[in-house]
Every structure is written in C-alpha cells, then in structure tokens.
C-alpha cells in the first residue's frame, strides 16, 4: 500500500510517501518569511504554501521513485492548525484524490506527532504512553491501537514550545527561541538558578507560572548587572530548560506510574530538546521502561508523521469522503 501524505497545518510545507508503514521520502520546505516578525505571519504561511506546494509534492514522489499512478490512497492534515494553511493542503489533497480517483485520508496532526513513533524501530508495543511537546500543544495521549488514542494529561495554559519560545524572548533571543536555549544550554550549568515550578494536580501541565518567573528574575538581575544576560547566557539556558524538562517527566512519570505501562514516546518539535532527549532516556534507565525518541525529521512538524498515520488509518478502513473540511480545532476523536 502507498501512500503520498501532505502536512500543511502552519509554517512547515511537507509531503512524504509510505510504502507498506515504510517511509520512503519526507520532504519539509521551511518558510523563511516568519523569522523577522518574531512569528508565524498566518496570511504569508498560506502564501508560502501555494507556492511550495506543487514543488514539494513533486520532489517527495521522485525522492521515493514513485510514480502518482502507483499511490494507492492521499493523506492531508486536516486540524488543528492554522485555517488558511490547512485549506491550501486539504484542498490540495482533495483535488488530487478526485481527479486521481483515489481514496482520501485526512489525519489529526497531533495524532500524527503521536504516532511518528511507529516510523522507526524499536517501535514501542501497544499500550504506549507519549508525551506531546510542540509549539501549540502539551499533552500525555495513551495510544491503546494506532486508532484508539486518548488524551490523559494536557497543559492548562501555555504550551511546552511556547514556554522555550516566549522565555528565549525575554532573554533576548531571536524567534524560534527552542533550539537555541538548547545550543546554549549545553554550556551551562542547570543548578545555577532556580525557577517556580507549578502545583498542577493530576496530569495536567502549566506553564505560564515559568515565563513570570524569568521575567522577574531577569528584571531584577539586569537591574543590579546590565550585562547580566550575556555573562550568564549558557547558566540561565541550561537552568530554564532544567526546569521545563523537569516539569514535564515529573507527569510522565507519574503517568508511567498510574498506568502501569512501560513502553514511554515524545513527540512534537520539542521532542528534538537534546535536554529532553537525555532526561528520558535516563528516566527509562532508571525505572527500567522502553523509551522511544523519533529521530529530529519526524519530531517537527513533517508529512512522513501523516504518512504513517495514514496507513494505519487505510489499514483500519477509516477513509474520508470530499465533504471532509479543514478546520483550526479539532475533537481528538
Ligand atoms: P502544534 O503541533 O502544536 O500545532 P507546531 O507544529 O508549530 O505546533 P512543532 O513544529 O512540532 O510545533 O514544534 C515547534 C516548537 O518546537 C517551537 O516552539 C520550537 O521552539 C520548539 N523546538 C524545536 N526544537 C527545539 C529544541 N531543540 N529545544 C526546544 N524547543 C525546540
Ligand atoms: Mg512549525
Ligand atoms: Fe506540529
């Protein structure tokens, strides 16, 4: 069975192509333009994305030696995203599936992150437990089938991403600030400073508490020491990313523990958090539990994560007709 996927949710314009639950290409165009606004511009995404997405469809078939004739079914994201960035791919990927007369496929694109742990090997069993940490969501989902997804702990206000973003901000770092608090990081000593950590009951995330935290912080500090940001640099990274990964597999963990389930995922583009990386790997360690981490292509947003969504959906026989629309929220169904 092959499958050709399209992933157009926000600024990321990707296709990819699954041949038998194997990835054979993903190709991401990242959209440059949003750098200088300090975010993503959502008219200039879907722009970006008229532009890149013909192209980049074209360059995921050659790359999988895959002619439109042998694809057995499309696949798009259908939400939650951004609404004019997900018409550009659904309308796409509609089109294509009328005049191709093939089955249409639309994916949840945080299911999807979920399940990009099913790409690589070892692939984690059934019932897995993923932790979710993107630029618009925080979530711990317990995957019972590749259909049978349900959400059990979720952030209250900001998300994981947000909370690297918005304090990269404040330190003065240029938008995306994630990946580098984490090249920062590397230099520095996470005990250095302490920041608040939420009381949150249950499995449920918080973060906003954070931001304010480093806010006060780092007004006092440039009070007493203008150039306090740039001579600790390394120390306030490594000490902020400490406490966002902290506050994230605390919940994991207490999950892993209530679940009774051992087989432990992350997702989404913090998932690509060196940091991250290594704390859940040592969480596994230490506890004895399988920990899966997708290599960086399928952490961020890619087609290849609705590719395989895809398949196991063509598998499951849960096709989509052409009234299926796009849509910014979504029910986790
Ligand atoms: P969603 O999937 O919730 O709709 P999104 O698709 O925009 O959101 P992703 O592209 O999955 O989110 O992730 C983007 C986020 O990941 C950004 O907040 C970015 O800063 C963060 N990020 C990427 N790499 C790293 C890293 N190495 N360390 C920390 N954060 C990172
Ligand atoms: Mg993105
Ligand atoms: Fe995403």
Redesign the pocket.
């Known amino acids: 069975i092959t499958i050709l996927a399209i992933e157009s949710?926000?600024d990321?314009t990707s296709a990819s192509v699954c041949k038998d639950g194997a990835i054979l290409s993903n190709f991401i165009a990242n959209q440059t333009v949003h750098e200088k606004y300090g975010g993503v511009v959502p008219e200039l995404a879907s722009r970006a994305h008229m532009q890149n997405i013909v192209p980049v469809i074209d360059t995921a078939l050659k790359e999988a030696n895959t002619s439109l004739a042998e694809v057995d079914a499309i696949a798009f994201t259908q939400a939650?995203?951004l609404i004019g960035s997900l018409l550009v791919g659904s309308q796409f990927a509609k089109s294509m599936a009328l005049a191709l007369n093939k089955p249409l496929i639309a994916v949840h694109?945080?299911q999807a992150?979920v399940l990009a742990n099913l790409i690589e090997d070892p692939k984690p069993s059934f019932p897995f437990l993923c932790l979710t940490v993107?630029?618009?969501?925080t979530q711990i989902v317990l995957a019972r089938s590749a259909t049978d997804l349900e959400v059990i702990g979720e952030t209250i206000d900001d998300?994981a991403?947000?909370a690297?973003?918005k304090t990269a901000k404040l330190i003065g770092l240029p938008y995306?600030?994630?990946?580098l608090?984490?090249k920062y990081a590397k230099e520095g000593n996470p005990h250095r400073f302490k920041f608040a950590e939420p009381q949150i009951e249950g499995l449920n995330f918080s973060f906003s508490g954070l931001k304010t935290s480093v806010l006060y912080f780092l007004q006092k500090e440039i009070k007493a020491n203008p150039a306090f940001v740039e001579e600790n640099l390394a120390d306030i990274c490594a000490s902020v990313q400490y406490t966002i990964i902290n506050i994230l597999l605390k919940k994991l963990k207490r999950a892993a523990i209530e679940t009774g389930i051992q087989d432990l995922c992350i997702a989404?583009?913090?998932s690509?958090?060196?940091g991250l990386r290594t704390a859940l790997k040592e969480l596994g360690e230490k506890y004895g539990w399988r920990t899966h981490i997708p290599s960086f292509q399928y952490?961020?947003?890619n087609a290849g994560m609705i590719a395989i969504t895809a398949y196991h959906k063509y598998l499951a026989g849960a096709f989509a007709d052409l009234s299926v629309t796009a849509s910014a929220r979504a029910e986790w169904s």
């Open positions: 949710s926000c990321e939650p995203g694109h945080m992150h993107s630029g618009g969501h998300a991403g947000e690297f973003d995306p600030g994630g990946p608090v984490d989404g583009g913090v690509a958090n060196s952490c961020t947003d």
